[in-house]
């Protein structure tokens, strides 16, 4: 059985080896390698001409900018539905029926995106396929945390009535548009 002396010094002589084979092939290496020479490059005998092409016409990108203004606000937000340019955007039930919008939940709208992000936490780690479709409501930013798109009205409806219970919300079933 070894002593905490004799571990240490065994220990010290292990380390001062492992130093030893680092540096002394250092010390007896002697110069080292060479540098290697490179010869300097010839000046480049280019002739660079100006480019007298006129500017690009801005006009048709003038126009969608122009159009642009129109249908979103100044803070990004379109003026017809009043959600973020680029979010999904959730309509009411009675919605116009169109063919091509889905169904989705909406579990919770928030003024405040802290409480909207620990909710599409919350829903996403308990496998749901939570969202955020952020829109103005009286001219106030709010956040309305959804789950879907589902194809199904019926399924929207089955969902909606899951979240209510599991979490003892009240959710919205709402038409979803990409």
């Known amino acids: 059985m070894l002593t905490d002396q004799t571990r240490y010094r065994l220990t ?10 680092i540096f002394l092939p250092m ?14 490059l010839p000046a ?56 091509d919008l889905k169904w989705a939940v909406q579990v919770a709208s928030f003024s405040q995106q802290e409480n909207a992000d620990r909710l599409i936490e919350r829903l996403r780690s308990d496998g749901y396929a939570a ?4 829109v103005k409501q009286s001219g106030e930013p709010a956040a309305r945390v959804a789950v879907g798109p589902l194809i199904e009205r019926d399924a929207a409806v089955r969902l ?16 979803f548009r990409p």
């Not at 010390?27 to 300097?40: A, R, Y």
């Not at 909606?160 to 709402?174: L, S």
């Open 160 to 175: 909606k009535a899951e979240v209510d219970r599991r979490y003892d919300f009240e959710a919205v079933v709402v038409r």
């Open 44 to 99: 480049a005998d280019i002739e660079v001409e100006r480019d007298v092409a006129p500017p690009p016409d801005m006009t048709p990108v003038v126009a969608v900018r122009d159009a642009l203004k129109e249908v979103v606000d100044e803070d990004g937000y379109a003026t017809d539905t009043g959600t973020r340019f680029g979010d999904a955007v959730l309509l009411e039930d009675n919605a116009d029926a169109d063919a």
């Open 12 to 21: 010290g002589l292990v380390f001062l080896l492992a130093v030893a084979a």
């Open 27 to 40: 010390l007896f290496d002697g110069d080292g390698v060479e540098p290697m020479q490179l010869d300097p």
């Open 131 to 134: 969202f955020v479709s952020n």
